[in-house]
């Protein structure tokens, strides 16, 4: 059958449908016209329809097949050809049925003489509600234009049947992913335990109307929203944060290679022709692709379709007009988040009391909307892959971050088995907020000060909450990061004046703008616009300010002013020899001068400290230290350059551990370097709000650890139970001959004295 009169023919069909479905007639007798109708456009001897009730499909219209065989043969999902078309969502197209080993005879049918078979699914919302199929005596192989006109047909099928109310919505055909429980493996980016509904970032677009009135009205539509896509994904291909090379670029060239198909918009535009709407349409050619996504083994084609699938639901929401996120909806009760990925700014858009945990197919541990989830205490789970297929929105999700994984759809025996760990982690948390006015100290009586990190207004009220002795990282590019422009002067100023003024008498540490790597602005690119070859060790953080001095001038008058009559502590990221230190302090200083001519009020102390990230520092620390107040070590970006490891990727973000050796004689050298110079060394970053890590880094002489919110009251849990001068031997030791697993050992000697490791 030629391309022309396999559309043609779905045309006729359609029209047909739709006056008989018109009708008033009953049910039964719209269905047994349909056969007929669907029978005759396609030059069928036999046609059949099979709905799912109460559990099993039942033949519910037949032409060609014995009449005394309708609702009478029935067979559960997965069970001969019909029933393995239902649970698995795929076509068959046969020469020989009964050569297929899934082939299931019924006597009561008929249908010993009829050789060839082809079957398409219904498919209602992502799930099969029935099947439809033909069958002929010779023995054949339908061409791909029949089976397409058939998937077509179905499609308004799957319409006129739930309309009809002939099957219940909430009783369709599942396949065992999607009926029973399922555990989603995954790579932890904040730990934490969450039970909640699974809700899409994107929500899936229900199609309503499926056949079209007006076809060249339908085909404007889809001309329409293929422009938009297409200058969308340009747009996006042009933006400083999308040109650094790498995957980012991998997957825009494809997306721009699927944009741009001509083979793709084709389909679409065929399906239009047979009498589709362009919603309907785009979704026909998707379900075409979800069907060769189960057959593709190799995982980098599975990915491309991944793309693809992605790209047809762009075109869907334009086409539809429903761009919006599920956050402009709003969470109705305890919610799993579920996303590809996510920027700090979306995260923020959702309501805190009901978002529970978030779920992403990309994700990593350094990307900051993970940051901005561990300062809001939201777990996280990344690198979860094939969720669309899994997990539907309002699936129950058991989120265990800790372990690394989700369940979708638990039973009794999981909820109740995850609702003891909640419960337990609960009076954990409680034990530890008891502990919100203790001062940690140490067994031998050392005061060990415990600081968290910040980098929003919002984060504020934990220093209260959490115990903590101050904020010893204020990331303030968190302020440009979820600002679609520069923020103004005046808009930083008012932002370290509030923060300044909720922590009180508390010290509160000033990072400036840490930007650049995978914390790129839209607003703010290359002068020479080239793409950088590794961003994580090009052209960022105190590099770019020093570059762009007006962005750093403007920053450090909002903190000067900001911080009049009051200490101010400023922090430069990412020095890598001392002359950058001094350039940037002389920004300071220079405005600082500037506002004094003024008259303006002034910090009554300034305090300049330097991130240590760059190992190359650590020779020059003696060099530094006498211009220095204070050192905060980053332990994220520190161990990437140590270990010459991006972090962001899945292959090495578990690979290098912080308790190694490497690591800890490193971070000794630096803390006797520092020795008998009057320097706050600081540990910041994730590495000290980790029990065992903490326990090392005291073992080596560390004094100040920064850490999340969350972290404070576990840790502070922790000093009271260590003696210094043990673990001090103890890590000493290990250093100078270093045993097989260096945390295994440190684990071991923790438990042999009762202190509990993560």
């Excluded at 400083?240 to 997306?255: D, I, K, R, S, W």
């Excluded at 992605?310 to 009760?333: H, K």
Aim: aromatic residues 6%.
């Amino acid at each position: 059958m030629p391309v022309t009169s396999a559309v043609s023919a779905a045309r006729t069909i359609l029209t047909r449908l739709h006056d008989v479905m018109a009708s008033r007639s009953h049910v039964q007798a719209k269905l047994n016209t349909v056969v007929e109708v669907i029978g005759e456009g396609l030059d069928s001897e036999v046609c059949s329809i099979y709905l799912l009730r109460e559990g099993m499909l039942e033949l519910f219209a037949t032409k060609g097949l014995a009449q005394e065989a309708v609702h009478v043969t029935r067979m559960g999902v997965g069970e001969g050809l019909v029933g393995t078309i239902a649970a698995n969502i795929e076509t068959l197209n046969l020469a020989e049925a009964t050569a297929h080993p899934d082939f299931s005879y019924r006597p009561e049918t008929g249908e010993e003489k009829y050789h060839s078979f082809a079957g398409v699914p219904i498919v209602r919302r992502e799930r099969s509600v029935g099947v439809l199929c033909v069958q002929h005596a010779e023995s054949r192989r339908y061409d791909e234009v029949e089976i397409e006109a058939l998937q077509t047909v179905a499609m308004v099928l799957s319409e006129l049947i739930s309309n009809a109310g002939l099957v219940d919505d909430e009783q369709v055909a599942l396949g065992p992913q999607q009926t029973g429980p399922v555990r989603l493996p995954g790579l932890t980016l904040v730990k934490g335990l969450a039970m909640g509904t699974a809700v899409y970032h994107q929500p899936r677009i229900t199609i309503e109307h499926v056949m079209a009135e007006d076809r060249d009205a339908e085909l404007q539509r889809v001309y329409h929203a293929f422009d938009k896509m297409r200058e969308q994904i340009d747009r996006m291909a042009s933006q400083a944060e999308f040109g650094v090379g790498g995957e980012h670029e991998e997957v825009l060239e494809t997306y721009k290679m699927f944009a741009y198909d001509e083979g793709w918009s084709r389909r679409i535009i065929e399906a239009i022709d047979s009498g589709l709407t362009a919603e309907a349409a785009i979704e026909r050619v998707q379900q075409r692709t979800r069907m060769r996504m189960r057959q593709i083994d190799d995982p980098l084609l599975a990915d491309r379709m991944h793309d693809l699938e992605d790209l047809s639901n762009r075109l869907l929401r334009i086409v539809s007009g429903q761009m919006g996120t599920a956050a402009s909806q709003g969470l109705r009760g305890d919610t799993i988040l579920i996303a590809r990925n996510l920027g700090p700014a979306e995260l923020l858009e959702y309501d805190k009391r009901r978002l529970k945990g978030v779920i992403l197919e990309e994700g990593s541990l350094t990307a900051h909307v993970v940051i901005v989830a561990r300062a809001m205490g939201i777990p996280v789970l990344g690198r979860v892959r094939s969720l669309r297929g899994v997990v539907r929105d309002g699936d129950l999700l058991l989120l265990d971050a800790d372990k690394g994984e989700a369940t979708v759809r638990p039973i009794d025996a999981m909820i109740e088995a995850f609702d003891a760990r909640f419960a337990k982690s609960k009076e954990r948390a409680a034990a530890y907020a008891a502990l919100r006015d203790v001062e940690p100290f140490t067994r031998d009586g050392t005061r060990i000060t415990v600081l968290m990190n910040a980098g929003l207004r919002d984060d504020m009220p934990n220093l209260a909450l959490a115990g903590a002795d101050g904020v010893g990282l204020f990331r303030t590019e968190f302020q440009f990061l979820v600002s679609a422009t520069l923020p103004a002067r005046e808009r930083q100023t008012r932002l370290y004046r509030d923060v300044l003024d909720s922590a009180g008498d508390k010290p509160v540490v000033f990072r400036t703008v840490d930007i650049g790597g995978d914390k790129v602005l839209p607003y703010l690119r290359h002068n020479d616009g080239e793409h950088e070859e590794n961003p994580a060790m090009g052209w960022r953080a105190l590099r770019v300010a020093l570059e762009r001095e007006g962005l750093l001038k403007v920053q450090a008058r909002s903190l000067l002013e900001a911080a009049a009559g009051r200490t101010l502590n400023v922090m430069f990221p990412m020095v890598s020899e001392p002359w950058e230190f001094d350039a940037a302090r002389e920004v300071f200083e220079n405005q600082r001068l500037y506002l004094k001519g003024q008259k303006k009020l002034l910090p009554e102390v300034i305090r300049y400290g330097a991130m240590l990230e760059v190992p190359a520092l650590a020779e020059q620390l003696d060099v530094l230290a006498p211009r220095l107040s204070f050192l905060s070590i980053g332990t994220n970006d520190l161990t990437q350059f140590l270990f010459a490891a991006d972090r962001a990727n899945p292959k090495l973000a578990e690979r290098y551990d912080w308790l190694s050796p490497s690591i800890m004689r490193f971070l000794k050298r630096v803390q006797l370097s520092l020795a008998g110079h009057p320097v706050d060394v600081t540990v910041c970053g994730e590495m000290g709000g980790r029990r065992l890590e903490a326990l090392a880094l005291l073992g080596i002489g560390i004094r100040r650890l920064s850490i999340t919110p969350a972290s404070v009251g576990p840790i502070k849990e922790l000093v009271r139970k260590v003696d210094l001068s043990e673990i001090e031997a103890a890590m000493s030791q290990w250093l100078s001959n270093p045993p097989p697993s260096l945390r295994g050992a440190l684990a071991q000697w923790a438990a042999e004295r009762g202190i509990e490791a993560d």
